[in-house]
T-cell receptor, first 115, second 114 residues
Framework: AQKITQTQPGMFVQEKEAVTLDCTYD???????LFWYKQPSSGEMIFLIY??????QNATEGRYSLNFQKARKSANLVISASQLGDSAMYFC????????????FGAGTRLTVKP | KAGVTQTPRYLIKTRGQQVTLSCSPI?????VSWYQQTPGQGLQFLFE???????NKGNFPGRFSGRQFSNSRSEMNVSTLELGDSALYLC?????????????FGQGTRLTVV
């Protein structure tokens, strides 16, 4: 069974600095996708970034990048130049196989950006 | 392009009642998934529908059911509500064939059972 682990319940970062949110996963399927979502207090889950298990390069989307270390089964999210609006819950998720399986989520990390 | 729309945003129900939540996916998305989010259990997968058929199902009792219509809109129903059903219910749609089949979520329906 697939499992996602986020070991940091809460993180603090100073505005304009970079922060890394950790995520490790466990799967025996060679084909899988990894996702990061942001959930502000409003409740909506906002898609941030995607990494496929066969992707050779780390994914990047603006200020977000994914540090994908396949052998270690880790997929850490790096947010550069933090902004106050980045304060939210962040969830790591994984979907196994070719996309017809459900997405499983980690417990989340609450990020607080300090001015 | 409009996002995923969930209605209603908030609901208060009494134990024993039933409730129906609605989700309209992004235009062109035929896959709709439902999740329950609680502080204790986190995000848990309920079920997924594709082309009016349930394709995947999570580990929830039969009181939780859903359906999908020909226009891809989906509803989920919870019968005989219990206090523990209080949660944020999130709906997500995805595009078949999209790389990774990214899920796009609505704002959720916050259900309170009293």
């Amino acid at each position: 069974a697939q499992k996602i682990t986020q070991t940091q319940p809460g993180m603090f970062v100073q505005e304009k600095e970079a922060v890394t949110l950790d995520c490790t996963y466990d799967t025996s399927d060679p084909s899988y996708g990894l996702f990061w979502y942001k959930q502000p207090s409003s409740g909506e889950m906002i898609f941030l970034i995607y990494q496929g298990s066969y992707d050779q390069q780390n994914a990047t989307e603006g200020r977000y990048s994914l540090n994908f270390q396949k052998a270690r089964k880790s997929a850490n999210l790096v947010i550069s130049a933090s902004q106050l609006g980045d304060s939210a819950m962040y969830f790591c998720a994984m979907r196994e196989g070719r996309g017809n399986n459900d997405m499983r989520f980690g417990a989340g990390t609450r990020l607080t950006v300090k001015p | 392009k409009a996002g995923v729309t969930q209605t209603p945003r908030y609901l208060i129900k009494t134990r024993g009642q039933q409730v129906t939540l609605s989700c309209s996916p992004i235009s062109g998305h035929r896959s709709v998934s439902w999740y329950q989010q609680t502080p204790g259990q986190g995000l848990q997968f309920l079920f997924e529908y594709f082309s009016e058929t349930q394709r995947n199902k999570g580990n929830f009792p039969g009181r939780f059911s859903g359906r999908q219509f020909s226009n891809s809109r989906s509803e989920m129903n919870v019968s005989t509500l219990e206090l523990g059903d209080s949660a944020l219910y999130l709906c997500a749609s995805s595009l078949e064939g999209d790389r990774g089949q990214k899920a796009f979520f609505g704002q959720g329906t916050r259900l309170t059972v009293v």
